[in-house]
């Protein structure tokens, strides 16, 4: 359907170049037409980049390189859609050909240690937010950084870094939830609980974020709901994760009635939480 409507598009180029100038001039025809191909080359790449297949936009993009070897903004969009995939090894050796291209930018080279932090290469990471300039001030920038320093457990520099983060962006959602997270690993359970509640503010939809907020009020013995935004399926879900949390404590018998009423909220069969009560149930009795 697309080819069609650019192929209309096309068409409606020409005849409109004709009717103005008569007997235009075929140079400027297919000047027009290249005009047309950039626009809807442009947009294909963003679709691409979003709603795409990663798989798929990594065919793409691998295609559209064979045709035009060199091409920057395919490379980025190559190593974009290679991250999505799942494959970020890969989409490190595409970041690092781009950083060392005379076209190569500070972004460039953030979205490269962002591709080694997806590949567990911790220190080439931080290598390269090394070699960024500290007048470089991005989300995606202080957003690294803050998850480098958790990896070193060096708090106080991590906490510095996600707040900052936080301030530089207008969907601070996914790093405040981050950020409550590493709170969670060190212990600090109400510190956690502040932060996976803001980050819900900003956006009530992200699950993650709400269950991790049940592990830090059941970390702190909480063991009832968060009022937040949740369908039925994810409070049935909520209470599983509740239940294998007081369960881990030795609070077995409260774990025991929140996996009894996972099972009774999941508007269909819940298999995970009626397997987890069945093995309750018989280590109890022997």
Same mark, same amino acid.
């Given at each position: ?34 005009d047309v ?44 859609? /290679? $991250? @999505? *995939? ?7 050796? =595409?970041?690092?050909?781009?950083? +060392? ?91 956690a609980e ?15 974020a709400k269950?991790?907020?049940? /592990? $830090? @009020? *059941? ?7 968060? =009022?937040?935004?949740?369908?039925? +399926? ?53």
């Amino acid at each position: 359907m697309r080819h069609t409507v650019f192929f209309a598009l096309c068409l409606g180029s020409t005849a409109l170049l004709a009717g103005c100038n008569g007997g235009g001039s075929d140079a400027q025809v297919q000047r027009a037409l290249k005009d047309v191909n950039v626009i809807d080359e442009s947009n294909l790449n963003d679709i691409m980049l979003t709603v795409g297949d990663p798989n798929e936009a990594v065919a793409y993009f691998r295609g559209a390189l064979q045709k035009d070897p060199g091409r920057v903004d395919l490379m980025r969009g190559l190593a974009k859609s /290679l $991250a @999505r *995939a799942g494959k970020p090894t890969e989409a490190a050796q =595409v970041w690092e050909k781009i950083t +060392t291209s005379a076209e190569g930018t500070m972004d460039d080279r953030v979205m490269l240690a962002d591709a080694h932090i997806r590949a567990n290469q911790w220190d080439k990471a931080k290598q390269v937010l090394n070699s960024i300039p500290p007048t470089h001030e991005t989300y995606d920038r202080y957003r690294l950084e803050a998850m480098v320093a958790d990896s070193e457990k060096n708090w106080a520099k991590a906490d510095s870094f996600y707040e900052i983060a936080a301030g530089l962006t207008a969907k601070p959602a996914g790093v405040l939830n981050n950020w409550g997270f590493s709170k969670l690993t060190r212990g600090d359970n109400a510190g956690a609980e502040k932060l996976f509640v803001e980050a819900l503010k900003y956006d009530p939809t992200v699950f993650t974020a709400k269950n991790n907020l049940v /592990l $830090a @009020r *059941a970390a702190q013995r909480k063991y009832d709901l968060p =009022v937040v935004d949740m369908t039925q +399926t994810e409070r049935a879900e909520l209470l599983y994760t509740m239940a294998l949390a007081a369960i881990k404590q030795g609070d077995v018998s409260v774990g025991k009635g929140l996996l009894q009423q996972a099972i009774d909220t999941h508007p269909q069969h819940f298999e995970a939480a009626t397997r987890s009560l069945a093995a309750l149930d018989a280590n109890v009795r022997t």
